[in-house]
């Protein structure tokens, strides 16, 4: 049985489906994070990343990452990256995740994104079992030509309509 703060967690606040890739010239890694837009100018975002992730000893390490915005096709990738945790293999590799070099940043951008979003850590704080990250947006592209990717009450939903 829930309750309410489960639902508060899971119903109250639909988001966009994020994939955080994070690296360095040696390691790289993947994960589903919690991201939102505070500013657009200048143009800054908030991500809450657990502690105790392999990405988060790599944002730790450079102070960036990358915010893919997952596209409709990307939902088995999203389901995968969010329960899987640990340093000890190469998600990219592991779930076949195409990847290209970013313009800004060291992290790696993930291949049929609707978005990526390159951004450097300004400042971060630590809330229970997470970091929250403040950061400024270095680069970013979007191709159109894919439908973002929402999460609301435990469920994927393609955003392609437009309601007027």
Known sequence: MRNKRQDLGR?????AVTL???GTTEKRDAMTATAMFVSEDPPLVVVSV???????ELIEKNGEFVLNVASAGQIKLAKALGATHGAKMDKFKQFNIGDQKAESVVAPLIKGSFSHIECKVITSFPVSHYI????????????RKKVP???HAMKYFPLKKDLK
Do not use: M
């Open 11 to 15: 119903t109250a606040l639909p988001c």
């Open 20 to 22: 955080l890739s994070a």
């Open 50 to 56: 657990g502690k105790n992730s392999f990405s988060h």
């Open 132 to 143: 929250v990250y403040l950061a400024v947006v270095s680069a970013f592209r979007i191709d």
């Open 149 to 151: 990717l929402a999460w």
